[in-house]
């Protein structure tokens, strides 16, 4: 029997008998925040501390426990039909369980990652797939997946997506790779995704890109691990120089996150580098910039004092203090200043000699 | 004969008229800008009209109107149905200043110092140049007067420019218009909120009121019982202060100092004069008359040595539980009410009574500051409120114990509206336009105790509410959700209708009988 049924069932009789011995039944949950993961650069990941919450069937938690029971029911009837439903139509789904439907899908979204980590699965295994992209590809990949109707296994080639890309499914699980690509580089914006992939930036260099547009999705997250780790190929991250880029965007894509960190072991990507833009390039390429945001600025601090991977990164220490001291931002796009195609002509090609320039 | 320098600037000195110190300081009397100025004016001419009305136990009937002449310029109308003014008096009431018969006696009036309605006037004539105009009936069978009035801004003297006879329906009342500069505002210090507040301090007092623009509005009576008449008392030797004792010494008709201090004071007996002479080392069958200012000042001093008892304080009048409760119900619709009467207490050898009452819930808006209704002798105090002590004890009363929210230092939030009355012989105003009470110890600690006996009655009542609130949830709750932790197990669980039955029971007990 599937393995989220069986946890499924568990934790349903236990709730079930602890009220037929007149007790009050209790459910327990790994608390979701960074105070609760530790970081080891060996391992590479935010693992999830021991901390958890207990949550005991009150009147205060009845809505909560009874929408929770209600989405783990809904979990088993997916698996059992090996259907899907995204987080969307659960939250539709809910609409027709009168009082203890959600308002709003952040509530829905709540209890399906709350049932996640009590299970420590991730929520395709629960039957529930996101609603996000999982990013575009374009370059030297062969990507091999198989034909939703017959069976039959495809082969994709993402050169041959002119000027368009090959869109990540949203389950990479069972996807298959061929590439002799150098490395990926992975880009914050669709734009710039764009812009290299016009100029076919992938010839010249030999690479895979990937665009994550924000913070990259789980699917992406997780195909740029496999693809990496079985194909032995380097990552390299290429951002807006701001806390979110850095932090939100390029620190998750590595280490993961401390509200999924139940799961990061297999959504991040350890061996990624930070290639730029770093606040070191807007001082040497005399980069156009903003000022630093109170939301940035706050970030940052965060970063520097909570992160437990900034902490054990003095790289990275340095670069948000230098950051907060320049007290400027800067988007990848600013070095469009020296001229359109000067990120493809000099600024990634001098970066890609340059490894001291990058940040871990 | 040379000239000096002191006979040149004997020229330019010269006595200077009251009416004239008035122009150049019109702020001591509520004439600051023109919004106050009008507010001053219609809050004079009310307190007279039920000062009025009392002295003679009628209910007092009034009507306040005011209307634009043009863009800054107002007439205010003030009429009621008391005793009226006899022929003599009324040019000296309504256009001399500090005359009046409340300044020289000691009982609680609303009125005090005199001086109200005809600064009135006379703001009223510096500002427009025209004429106060009051009517007024003595009886039945009486005629009613009208006159025109001016004050000779020099001699302080009223000038009359017409007195007739003229027809009047009414059987008693006086009616003054006077027409000044002024600025009509709404909203919390405009008239109509004094108004209002007027009626929840005398809810005896029916009061119709007649915008510039807009319906007339009526404030009506909630009860027929007048309040009890306020007595006059003689000064408490602890509350004069030097030079009143030096006026009192001079204009008395005692023969000897003993019987002075025994008939020109309360609680002075002729062992306590004695003792009082003795310590000022005074001989006691002296005359009054012939004590020198150094003597005075001894006598003063010994005063303060020598024990005496409190002040009667029989001579107060509050408003009363019932009668706060009544007020604020016709005024104010709230789901809670409370009030509280102090024993009377005195402070510097004035008796005053601290009355509380409050409002909570119903239309009242819950997320605001409270509002806080500030009386002295009835009439409401709508400015400086920063500067009272009445505030001052609200902001240092705890009212998170009570059930309100508060933050440091400020006025406590929530659906209520909190109501504090002084009622004194002499309420001790920090300034002349009698808009914030004075901070006294004695006053803090009377208005404190009584705020915080109706501040446990509210807690009483708010914790009440909570529980039934909360009961009321919880039984909501159980019977919404329980249905869906049915409908969960049974799927996962694949239980009978009936396995779920009992485990729906079972969780109800357990559910039921908790506490949270």
Not at chain 1, 314 to 329: D, P
Not at chain 2, 285 to 297: L, V, W
Request: overall charge positive; hydrophobic content about 35%; proline content about 5%.
């Amino acid at each position: 029997m599937n393995k989220t049924l069986l946890k499924i069932k568990h934790s349903a009789k236990d709730v079930y008998d602890k009220i037929m011995k007149k007790q009050k039944p209790i459910m327990k949950f790994p608390i979701r925040s960074l105070n609760n993961v530790k970081y080891d650069p060996k391992k590479g990941y935010f693992e999830l501390l021991g901390t958890k919450k207990v949550r005991t069937l009150t009147v205060n938690t009845v809505k909560t426990f009874a929408q929770t029971l209600r989405m783990m029911a809904l979990s088993k009837e997916v698996i059992e039909k090996d259907d899907i439903a995204t987080k969307r139509e659960v939250y539709y789904v809910s609409k027709n369980w009168e009082d203890a439907k959600f308002n709003e899908q952040p509530e829905s979204d709540t209890v399906m990652d709350d049932i996640e980590a009590m299970f420590a699965v991730n929520r395709e295994q629960l039957g529930f797939i996101p609603e996000e992209k999982g990013g575009d590809v374009a370059g030297k990949l062969i990507v091999i997946d198989k034909d939703p109707t017959s069976g039959k296994g495809v082969r994709i080639d993402c050169t041959k997506f002119g000027s368009g890309a090959y869109s990540v499914p949203s389950d990479v699980e069972n996807l298959k790779f061929e590439t002799k690509a150098k490395f990926i580089l992975a880009i914050e914006t669709a734009g710039m995704f764009e812009r290299l992939n016009r100029h076919q930036f992938w010839k010249k260099h030999n690479c895979i890109l990937i665009s994550m547009g924000g913070v990259p999705s789980r699917a992406c997250r997780r195909f740029i691990r496999r693809l990496s780790d079985e194909k032995k190929i380097d990552v390299y991250v290429f951002c807006d120089n701001d806390p979110y880029g850095h932090m939100n965007i390029y620190r998750t894509l590595k280490v993961g996150s401390g509200n999924a960190a139940h799961i990061n072991e297999y959504f991040c990507v350890p061996k990624a580098k930070y290639l730029g833009v770093t606040p070191q390039d807007v001082i040497d390429y005399k980069l156009p910039t903003h000022p630093l945001k109170d939301v940035d600025i706050k970030r940052a601090k965060d970063a520097l004092k909570n992160d437990p991977f900034v902490q054990n990164h003095k790289e990275w220490q340095k670069a948000l203090q230098l950051m907060l001291k320049m007290g400027v931002r800067a988007e990848q796009q600013a070095l469009a200043k020296w001229g359109l195609n000067y990120v493809i002509e000099n600024y990634l090609p001098e970066k890609l000699k340059n490894p001291k320039s990058w940040l871990p | 004969m040379t000239k000096t320098r002191a006979d040149e600037l004997a020229k330019k000195q010269r006595e200077i008229s009251i009416s004239e110190f008035f122009t150049k300081n019109r702020h001591l009397l509520g004439f600051d800008n023109p919004i106050k100025a009008l507010m001053t004016t219609i809050k004079e001419a009310v307190d007279n009209s039920l000062d009025a009305c009392e002295e003679m136990g009628v209910l007092p009937d009034i009507y306040v109107g005011i209307r634009q002449l043009s863009e800054d310029r107002f007439k205010v109308i003030v009429e009621d149905n008391g005793p009226g003014i006899v022929k003599e008096q009324i040019p000296k009431i309504f256009a001399k200043l500090l005359y009046g018969s409340k300044f020289h006696k000691l009982s609680q009036s609303r009125g005090q110092q005199g001086i109200g309605i005809s600064a009135s006037v006379m703001y009223g004539q510096l500002t427009t140049g025209k004429s106060a105009k009051i009517t007024s009936k003595t009886g039945p069978r009486k005629s009613a007067l009208f006159y025109e009035l001016h004050v000779d801004t020099k001699t302080n003297d009223p000038e009359i420019l017409k007195d007739q006879v003229v027809e009047w329906k009414k059987d008693h009342g006086t009616r003054i218009e006077i027409d000044l500069e002024a600025k009509y505002q709404k909203g919390k210090r405009g008239v109509e909120e004094y108004l209002k507040q007027t009626a929840i301090a005398n809810p005896h007092v029916t009061i119709t009121y007649s915008p510039p623009s807009g319906e007339e509005i009526k404030f009506l009576r909630a009860t027929k019982e007048m309040p009890k008449e306020p007595k006059e008392i003689k000064p408490h030797p602890y509350g004069v202060e030097l030079g009143m004792l030096i006026k009192m010494l001079k204009d008395t008709k005692a023969k000897t100092l003993q019987s002075f201090l025994m008939n020109d004071f309360s609680r002075v007996s002729a062992k306590v004069a004695k003792e009082i002479c003795e310590k000022a080392k005074l001989y006691e069958r002296s005359r009054p008359g012939r004590i020198a200012a150094q003597e005075a000042d001894n006598l003063f001093k010994a005063i303060k040595n020598v024990k005496i008892m409190n002040p009667p304080t029989n001579c107060i009048s509050p408003i009363g539980e019932d009668l706060i409760i009544k007020g604020l119900k016709k005024e104010i619709n709230a789901s809670f009410y409370t009030s509280v009467t102090r024993p009377p207490s005195v402070y510097r050898g004035n008796p005053f009574q601290i009355e509380a009452g409050i409002a909570y819930g119903g239309d009242l808006p819950g997320d605001e500051l409270v509002r806080l209704l500030r009386f002295a002798n009835r009439v409401p105090l709508l400015y400086q409120q920063g500067a009272c002590a009445i505030t001052k004890s609200v902001v240092s009363t705890l009212w998170r114990n009570y059930g309100l929210s508060q933050s440091r230092g400020a006025l406590p939030s929530g659906p209520c509206v909190i109501l504090v009355h002084i009622a004194s012989v002499w309420v001790p105003f920090t300034s002349e336009s009698k808009e914030s009470i004075a901070h006294y110890p004695e006053i803090i600690k009377e208005i404190k105790l009584a705020l915080q006996e109706c501040g446990r009655r509210l807690a009483s009542h708010i914790r009440k509410r909570k529980k039934a609130e909360h009961e009321a949830k919880k039984k909501s709750y159980i019977e919404k959700y329980l249905p869906h932790i049915g409908v969960g197990l049974r799927d996962i669980l694949k239980l009978k209708e009936s396995e779920e039955k009992k485990m729906l029971k079972i969780l109800k007990d357990i559910l039921e009988r908790s506490r949270k």
